[in-house]
C-alpha cells in the first residue's frame, strides 16, 4: 500500500494520521513477510526519522493492532512480531509455515479450515470470526541440505 491508501485505512478507522503511524506502516510494508519485531521497526524507522523513540513505536504498534490496522503474530520463538493487516478487519489472515530447522517463515493464503468453521457453527452455534494458522516443520531448502528425501525421516 501506498502513503495515500495508509492515510485512508487509518481515517477509516477514526485514527489520526501522524507522521508515527504512516511511518510505521510504511515501515512494515517496506519489508514485505518479514514479520517485524518492534525493535527491528525502531531501527528501520530511525533511519528516516532519528528523533523517535522506542516508546513511541510500541505505542503505535499497539494502537495499529487494536484497530486491526496490523497484525501482532508470535512464531513461538520469545519475540512478538506485526504484520500489515487485512484491508477489511472481518477478514481471515494468511498463514505460516514456520521451519523448525532454520527458523524460516512461509507466508501462504487459503481458506482451509472453512469446513470446520462450518462444523462449528452446525453443531455448537460457534461463529468463527478469524483464526489463526501455524505449521512447524522442515523448509525444502533445510531438508535438502540434511540429505532427507521424503517426509517419513522426518516423524
Not at 55 to 62: D, F, G, L, P, S
Not at 113 to 123: C, G, K, R, V
Amino acid at each position: 500500500m501506498e502513503q495515500e491508501r495508509f492515510k485512508e485505512v487509518l481515517r477509516e478507522r477514526g485514527l489520526k494520521v501522524t507522521n508515527q503511524r504512516l511511518l510505521v506502516l510504511e515501515t512494515i510494508a517496506g519489508h514485505p513477510g518479514e514479520h517485524l519485531t518492534a525493535e527491528e521497526i525502531y531501527e528501520l524507522a530511525k533511519e528516516q526519522y532519528p528523533e523517535i523513540g522506542l516508546a513511541t513505536i510500541y505505542r503505535t504498534v499497539q494502537v495499529l493492532v487494536e484497530l486491526n490496522v496490523i497484525d501482532k503474530v508470535s512464531f513461538d520463538d520469545g519475540f512478538v512480531r506485526y504484520e500489515l493487516g487485512s484491508a477489511k478487519a472481518d477478514s481471515h489472515h494468511h498463514h505460516h509455515a514456520i521451519c523448525q530447522e532454520c527458523g524460516r517463515v512461509l507466508a501462504f493464503e487459503g481458506d482451509l479450515l472453512e469446513t470446520l468453521e462450518q462444523a462449528l457453527y452446525d453443531t455448537m452455534g460457534f461463529v468463527v470470526t478469524d483464526h489463526e494458522v501455524k505449521l512447524t516443520g522442515y523448509c525444502k531448502d533445510c531438508i535438502k541440505r540434511k540429505g532427507q528425501e521424503n517426509m517419513e525421516e522426518f516423524n
